[in-house]
């Protein structure tokens, strides 16, 4: 992600905090957020505010997607 997209994201996350809702979906868990934040500080801030007020779901198990597509390759 470059400093700019960045940058959006966190002032999105930020702006929300303590206003309205937000829905964010990641495949990364916040643990690995330094993935998508270059900044660890700006990283941490963002995963801060977004845990202080939310719910967290971590949904484990093989990929739906993955399953259907194996049931239609082997279908097929």
Sequence with gaps: MSNA???VLFE?????Y???R???T????FSAWSI?????TMAVAAADRLIHY???FELKGES?????AKEVTSVA
Excluded: C, N, Q, W
């Design 5 to 7: 997209e960045m940058g």
């Design 12 to 16: 999105l996350i930020a702006h929300r």
């Design 18 to 20: 303590e206003r309205e």
């Design 22 to 24: 937000l829905v964010i």
């Design 26 to 29: 990641s495949k990364h868990p």
């Design 36 to 40: 998508i934040f270059v900044d660890e």
């Design 54 to 56: 939310g719910y967290m």
């Design 64 to 68: 739906y997607r993955k399953k259907t």
